[in-house]
């Protein structure tokens, strides 16, 4: 299986902060890449796809970048409605597996 | 827009079966281009990928649930069910199911709100 590897695990930040988050694949995937945002009782939220690419409805403000095995996404200027929890996922190979989670909270 | 609803009992007894369903509406089942998959969260906990099933009955299960799931298409078109046997407190989680558009690649794109199975005595 490919491991994926979020760090950090937490993040305070302020609104109008920039906000950068790493996943790590344990082996190269690619561009094969999503991101999600989750927020306490809801369902994730896809974000971001193939590493790059802006999910239709979500905000310019995040947007993702990396392939092969380090991958980033980042906030350019948080807003309220931002702080939440951030999974990466690879879509290289099954089983399709998730990072542990990235939670960004107000400082 | 397609809109999915996960229902099933909310309380599962150690060793038994957990069975869910999902109803997929504002889209078909069928077309070819969909996979509909299964996932899970443990309370508090991350993201856990269970399997898939097409609409051709083809199905991709995750190994480390060590073959207790089985994921077939309902009766009717607009449905896809879940069976974990064997359960125990550890398959305690919200069950999510989510689409795959698979021309796009393995990314969920549309997810059900979940729903809580609490495995317990």
């Known amino acids: 299986d490919i491991q994926m590897t979020q760090s950090p695990s937490s993040v305070s930040a302020s609104v109008g902060d920039r906000v950068t988050i790493t996943c790590r694949a344990s082996?190269?995937?690619?561009?094969?890449l999503a991101w999600y945002q989750q927020k306490p009782g809801k369902a994730p939220n896809l974000l971001i796809y193939?590493?790059?690419y802006l999910q239709t409805g979500v905000p310019s403000r995040f947007s993702g970048s990396g392939s092969g095995t380090e991958f980033t996404l980042t906030i350019s200027s948080l807003q309220p409605e931002d702080f939440a929890t951030y999974y990466c996922q690879q879509a290289n190979s099954f089983p399709l597996t998730f990072g542990g989670g990235t939670t960004v909270d107000i400082k | 827009q397609v809109q999915l609803q996960e229902s099933g009992p909310g309380l599962v007894r150690p060793s038994q079966t957990l069975s869910l369903t999902c109803t997929v509406s504002?889209?078909?089942?069928?077309?070819?281009?969909?996979?509909w998959n299964w996932i899970r969260q443990p309370p508090g906990k991350g993201l856990e990928w269970i399997g898939y099933i097409h609409s051709d009955g083809s199905t991709t299960y995750n190994p480390s649930l060590k073959s207790r799931q089985t994921i077939s298409l309902g009766t009717s078109k607009r449905q896809f069910s879940l069976k974990l046997s064997s359960v125990t407190a550890a398959d305690t989680a919200v069950y999510y199911c989510?689409?795959?558009?698979?021309?796009?690649?393995?990314?969920?794109?549309?997810w059900g709100r979940g729903t809580l199975v609490t495995v317990s005595s």
């Open positions: 989510a689409r795959v558009i698979g021309s796009r690649g393995w990314y969920f794109d549309f």
């Open positions: 193939a590493a790059s």
């Open positions: 082996q190269g995937i690619s561009s094969w």
């Open positions: 504002g889209g078909s089942i069928s077309n070819d281009d969909y996979y």
